[in-house]
Structures are given as C-alpha cells and as structure tokens.
T-cell receptor
Framework: DAGVIQSPRHEVTEMGQEVTLRCKPISGHNSLFWYRQTMMRGLELLIYFNNNVPIDDSGMPEDRFSAKMPNASFSTLKIQPSEPRDSAVYFC?????????????FGPGTRLLVL | RKEVEQDPGPFNVPEGATVAFNCTYS??????FFWYRQDCRKEPKLLMSVYSSGNEDGRFTAQLNRASQYISLLIRDSKLSDSATYLCVVSDRGSTLGRLYFGRGTQLTVWP
C-alpha cells in the first residue's frame, strides 16, 4: 500500500514568493495533519483535519499560512508570502480515525528553504 | 514551557548496551503517550504506545509515571540499527480530536 505522499520533496524559493505544499493521505484515512519541524522548535502541529474539516488550526503561525482539504485524498498548505524563517521540513501525516490512540503515518516531508 | 521536555543527548553507546531515555510532560490531563523514532532525514514513525502499567515490545520497554508526569524508554541489547532520534509524544487529552505534542527528541548513536 502507498504511504502518505508529499510533493515537492524539496523546494527552494525566494522571500516573498508563494509556496504550495501538497499531500495525499493514505486511502481510507479520515484524519490529516500538517506539522513543521525545525532544529530550534522540534516538531509542531500546524493544523489538522477530520473528514476534510479543519478541527484545530491554532498552530498555524500567522495569516501567511493557509491549509485546505477539498476532498479526502488531497490537502494543500500554502505560504504567501514566504519568509526565511519559514524554512523547515513540513510533514503531512494521516491516521485512520480521529481517535488519539490511532497511529499517525507520516509522509517523507517537504524540505523548504526560503532565501 | 514546552509541553514535552526531553534530554537531547546525544547518547553514544556500544552495541549490546542498555540505554534509557526520559521525558517529562506538563499537562496533567494528558491521556495518551507514545514513543516515535526518527531516522536521520526521514519521517517520524511510531515505535510504541505507552500504557499506564508499562509495556514491553521485544528489547524495548516503556514506563509511565502519572504522578511525576514522567515517561521512560529502555532499550536493551542495543543494535547498530537502533541509532536514531527518539521522540517522546503526549496527547492533550484522551479520546477523539485531540492533538499530539512532540518532544524535540533524544539522539542515540550505537557504535560497533
């Protein structure tokens, strides 16, 4: 079975540009999570969806960040405009249900560098 | 204060050694606890859940002390393949629609 798929795997962009990260969760999973990982702050939850509905976006840093989940098989995280401090690895994860004990399966991540 | 605190290490141990990692969490309402493993430049993967009575999975033993808000992971007979970063993970509450908080990880290197 395919795991969580993320694209692109690497992104280098200049400050002020729009960045769109994409995620395809595991088929049949109804919860999807976006995380950001940096050396300084570790892994932080940005937002998560249950049945395509955003449940908790309190981790989204500011209005420059937005996330959508138009259907059960696709989600995007957009940064507009991007800033150097957004440089990080962005992970998407999915789980079969919203029960907290369910295993979250992570994608390979998108390494973002904003110059 | 972060929700989950871990000793970042690094821990450098020889093959066959026993090594223990600890973490503390700040939210006494936390109900679910996990250890995740992250290899260098890879994604985190669930290693094991942590149950109140403690639990074992092969060479790995996890313990929970709710009174002290403390979680531990013990690795016996370390293998080279155990080299990774171990993330302590805590939920904000039980049941559904909770969120997970990750520690920054403890780095382990097992040398031959």
């Amino acid at each position: 079975d395919a795991g969580v798929i993320q694209s692109p795997r690497h992104e280098v962009t200049e400050m002020g540009q729009e960045v769109t990260l994409r995620c395809k969760p595991i088929s049949g999973h109804n919860s999807l999570f976006w995380y950001r990982q940096t050396m300084m702050r570790g892994l932080e939850l940005l937002i998560y969806f249950n049945n395509n509905v955003p449940i908790d976006d309190s981790g989204m840093p500011e209005d420059r960040f937005s996330a959508k989940m138009p259907n059960a098989s696709f989600s995007t995280l957009k940064i507009q405009p991007s800033e150097p401090r957004d440089s990080a690895v962005y992970f998407c994860a999915s789980s079969r249900t919203s029960v907290i004990q369910e295993t979250q399966y992570f994608g390979p991540g998108t390494r973002l560098l904003v110059l | 204060r972060k929700e989950v605190e871990q000793d970042p290490g690094p821990f450098n141990v020889p093959e066959g050694a026993t090594v223990a990692f600890n973490c503390t969490y700040s939210n006494s309402a936390s109900q679910s606890f996990f250890w995740y493993r992250q290899d260098c430049r890879k994604e985190p993967k669930l290693l094991m859940s942590v149950y109140s009575s403690g639990n074992e999975d092969g060479r790995f033993t996890a313990q929970l002390n709710r009174a002290s808000q403390y979680i531990s992971l013990l690795i016996r007979d370390s293998k080279l393949s155990d080299s990774a970063t171990y993330l302590c993970v805590v939920s904000d509450r039980g049941s559904t629609l909770g969120r997970l908080y990750f520690g920054r990880g403890t780095q382990l290197t097992v040398w031959p």
